[in-house]
């Protein structure tokens, strides 16, 4: 007897195929598809899903919740979204492998504005000890990739030095290790020490080792790196190529304060796919990006970890380094006007609470000091645990990126302070609610491909990412004519409104879109 029975809805595979209407029963924790009119089975449960669109649960791409979800395992903003499967360890940051513990809790420091630092047990070490903590302790599932900067900590400690032979050779096996544990592949960051001191061979030897197993190099590409535009990619395609790796090109957009648009970034892309990249990207349907706010400074600020980051932003004459150096690169002093841009939050001192929400030109104005010295000091105060949000995506050309063939949905959901970027809690729902249903940018079953089977084929999740007989019952309902993200710069902490149901490995979790309370999900092992 199935344990639950959804009647009456539409189902849309995953495939990109035209829903149909069908019965989908959940026996255990795998799918069977009951069509015709003839009579049901006996079931514990039936849901009456009328008008609303049954498919399979979302898989994330980029999602920085490795550490919250063990804090807040109900993960609200995101199974209200009907995301089933989260990929972590995105932008070169991953919390395992680690040598020992005071080197992970010194990590959890430095990245504290991207990834949070929640009271939680830091009780791991390997990859496999860290994946161990998600099974059946979450609401949905997590696949993990190893960053490249875990791997040079381990390996060249926190300074910027060139990795040799041997140093390459041993990240190699501690990667190849990471991955017969069950890592989907490497992941980089290059605007995030220590993994940005990576050389582009450094990162084309790793990635020979992920290719040898069919992983995937999913990259937060060198951002800086020559014309900034299209270089930093030729970089990633190089890397990609010499390592015969897989790639996906993370956050992938055009920046709004580019004057080229993005028609030279599609051009690159597909002039790279028809020479035989094997290439995929993920974008967020929002204009505001968000990560830790020390990604403002330069990496020399940044070397040898938090200790010494935190003492050379004390420092007067590393301070008088900065401003000439920022004097000299930037003669307009775009990077001082651009902090009327930056607004920050998740502060843990109760005096610089009411900063939350505020932008570094206002608080530099506050307190009455230039914007560089209130910038360095209020990340000294904080131990550098400061998250910020800021323009991202030119709006006018992002739906050209959501649309494309080759993109799928990655939220790039931080969870900190009382203003994060709005896509962590609508992204899903505001493809589905204003790209889909009032913009007719692309079609729903279009649309949910891109959100389930897309990206388990890019990751190689197995029975997932389908909704067919035999496959695992991650499962999403939603209603098509309702399903709206309410988040939004402004009001960012809000919950999407129309997805009902939401199914983890048999499991209800969301409930006419309230959370149950069950914890189903479980870390998903590359290959098992
Ligand atoms: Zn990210």
Known sequence: MPELLITGGTIVDGTGNPGYPATVAVEGDRVRIIRGNGDLPESGRVIDATGLVVCPGFIDVHSHSGLVIQEDPKHLPKVTQGVTTELIGVDGNSYAPFPNRTELERFVTFNAGLDGAPNIRYDWDTFESFLSKFDRTTSVNIACLVGNSALRICELGWDQVEADQKAKANMRGMLREAIEEGAFGLSSGLDYPPGSYASTDELAELCK???????????????WLGDQYLDPYHEAFQIARSG??????THFYHKSWNPHGSGPMFDLLEHEERNGADVTFDVYPYEWSSTRLTIFLPQWIQAGGPEATVARLSDSSCRARFKAELAETDP??????????????????????????MTMGEIGRQRGHDVVDAFCDLLVEENLRVSEVDPGPAGHTLPKFIKHRLSMIGTDSIFLGDRP??????????????????????????????FTSFPAQRLGLTGRGVLRDGFIADITIFDPARVKALATYEQPRQYSVGIEYVIVGGTLVLDRGKHTGAFPGRALRRGR
Do not use: I, M
């Open 332 to 357: 307009e002093g775009s990077w001082r006007s651009f902090q009327d841009w930056v607004r920050v939050g998740y502060f843990a001192l109760p005096e610089n609470q009411r900063y939350e929400g």
């Open 421 to 450: 970027s709005p896509r962590t809690y609508g992204a899903y729902p505001r493809v589905l609610g204003e790209f889909v249903r009032e913009e007719g940018l692309l079609s729903l079953p279009e649309a949910v491909r891109k």
């Open 244 to 249: 015969n790796c897989p790639l996906h090109l």
């Open 209 to 223: 080792e992920v290719a040898r197993v069919g992983g995937v190099y999913h990259t937060h590409v060198r951002y």
